[in-house]
C-alpha cells in the first residue's frame, strides 16, 4: 500500500494490540537502477534475520513462528520492486500481513512486539503532505488522492459517480416552456447533492485540504446545494470529463497547488517569527524532543530529508557515532525524526516538512511552544 492509504482509522487497527508476536520489517530501498539491484538481496538477508528470532525467541511458540513466517514469506513474494519508492515496510502476524511502499527512508530493522512499528508510516504520510482533487461536472465526479508523489483516481466513499441519465420527455419540455439549462435543472442539482454527502463521508474519514476543479457554474452550484466543498483551499475553473486522467488533472491543478504550499511556508514563516520574539521557540532536535515529550510543542517544522541516527543519554539527544546501531546499544535511536513525528502528532502537535536548508540556522527542525 501507499501512504495516502493509510487512514486514521487504519492507523487505528495498526496499533491495537496483537497476540506476540507481531512482526515489523522496514528497510531502505532505491527507486532506480544500479541502486535497487541491492534491495533483494537487504530483503533476503532481513526475512533470514526474522525467521532467526522468531526461532530463537523463547516467548515464540513453534506454532505462531511458523504462522508469522508463512505470512512473512507470502508478503515478500508479493512486494513489487518496479514500484519501489525510499523505503519498504511489512507487517505481519499469524494471520495478515500488509506491504507499505513509502517516500520517506526508513532504517533496516526487524521488531518482534505486541503490536506493529507505525512511526515509520506516520512520519511519511505526515511528510507527503496529503490533499484531495475532485473533478466533477453535471455529468461525473471523480476522487483524486495527491500527494508529493502525484496524483491518482480512488474509489472509495462511492466516487466515481455519475449523473443517472433519463430519456427526453417532450410533453415535459412543453409544460416548462423550454429545455432548462444544464445547470439550472432539478437533476443536476440532486446529483450535485449525492456529490456533497460522498464528499462529506470522505473528508470525515480523512480531513485533506481539498481542491476543486470544474466549470464557473459547476464550482458555484456545489456551494450552492451543499457544504462539503465551501472550506476548498483551492478552485480551478476548468471543464473535466470521466476521462481526464490524472496528469492532466494535475497539470491544471498545479498553479493552485504551488499557491497552497506558498502560503502554508509563509504561515509558517510567521508563526516562528512570532514565537522567537515571545520566546516561544525551540530549535535543534534535542530541545524539540524534550518539547515534544512533555506536550509543550504546537508545531514543529522539520526539513524534508532530515534524518540522523543519537544516543539517549540523561535524558538527551546526542550524536551517535558511525557503528553505533540499535542491537548493540538500546539506546540508540536510527530513526530519531520518525519516532519524534509520531510522538508529536500523537499529542496534537501540528507538523510540518519544509525545504532543505529553510531551517539549517535551528539544526534542521524548530518548534513553536504552547507554553
Known amino acids: 500500500m501507499d501512504t495516502d492509504a493509510l487512514t486514521p482509522g487504519l492507523l ?3 496499533r491495537r494490540n496483537r497476540p506476540y508476536p507481531a512482526l515489523s520489517l522496514t528497510m531502505p530501498t532505491h527507486r532506480k537502477a544500479p541502486d535497487n539491484a541491492q534491495d533483494a538481496v537487504r530483503l533476503r538477508n ?9 526461532e530463537s525467541d523463547p516467548r515464540v511458540t513453534r506454532e505462531a ?13 508479493e512486494v513489487d520492486q518496479r514500484r519501489a519508492l525510499d523505503s519498504l515496510v511489512i507487517l505481519a502476524d499469524a494471520d495478515e500481513y500488509q506491504i507499505w511502499q513509502l517516500p520517506r527512508t526508513a532504517p533496516e530493522r526487524v ?4 503490536s506493529y512499528l507505525t512511526r515509520n508510516l506516520v512520519a511519511a504520510k505526515a511528510g507527503a503532505r496529503l490533499f484531495w482533487v475532485l473533478g466533477f461536472s453535471a455529468e461525473h465526479a ?7 508523489e502525484g ?4 474509489k472509495r466513499g462511492g466516487f466515481p459517480l455519475s449523473a443517472p441519465h433519463e430519456e427526453p420527455n417532450p410533453q415535459r419540455e412543453e409544460r416548462i416552456g423550454d429545455t432548462p439549462s444544464t445547470y439550472s435543472s432539478e437533476d443536476t442539482r440532486n446529483f450535485l447533492r449525492t456529490v456533497d454527502e460522498a464528499l462529506r463521508g470522505v473528508m470525515a474519514a480523512d480531513p485533506r485540504p481539498l481542491f476543486l476543479v470544474g466549470l464557473p457554474q459547476a464550482l458555484s452550484l456545489l456551494d450552492e446545494v451543499g457544504e462539503s466543498a465551501k472550506p476548498a483551499v483551492g478552485r480551478v475553473a476548468k471543464g473535466t470529463t470521466a476521462d481526464t486522467t490524472a496528469p492532466e488533472l494535475l497539470k491544471e ?3 493552485a497547488l504551488e499557491d497552497w ?3 502554508a511556508a509563509a504561515e509558517i514563516r510567521s508563526r516562528f517569527d512570532n514565537a522567537r520574539s515571545s520566546r516561544s521557540f525551540a530549535g535543534g532536535l534535542d530541545e524539540v524532543w524534550l518539547a515534544v515529550r512533555e506536550g509543550r510543542a504546537g508545531l514543529i517544522a522539520i526539513e524534508e530529508h532530515f534524518a540522523t541516527t543519537v544516543r539517549v543519554t540523561d535524558g538527551h539527544l546526542e550524536p551517535a557515532g558511525p557503528d553505533a546501531t540499535p542491537d548493540t546499544d538500546g539506546q540508540v535511536r536510527e530513526d530519531i525524526v520518525d519516532e519524534l513525528v509520531e510522538a508529536a502528532l500523537d499529542n496534537g502537535c501540528e507538523v510540518s516538512f519544509v525545504a532543505d536548508d529553510s531551517l539549517a540556522v535551528h539544526g534542521r527542525i524548530a518548534a513553536v511552544l504552547r507554553f
Open 12 to 14: 487505528q487497527d495498526l
Open 46 to 54: 532481513l526475512v533470514a534475520e526474522a525467521g532467526n528470532r522468531l
Open 65 to 77: 513462528g511458523a504462522a508469522v513466517k508463512a505470512q512473512l514469506d507470502r508478503a515478500v513474494e
Open 111 to 114: 521488531v518482534l512486539s505486541d
Open 142 to 148: 471523480t476522487l483524486f488522492s495527491g500527494t508529493n
Open 151 to 154: 496524483l491518482r483516481a480512488e
Open 253 to 255: 491543478v498545479s498553479p
Open 261 to 263: 504550499r506558498a502560503q
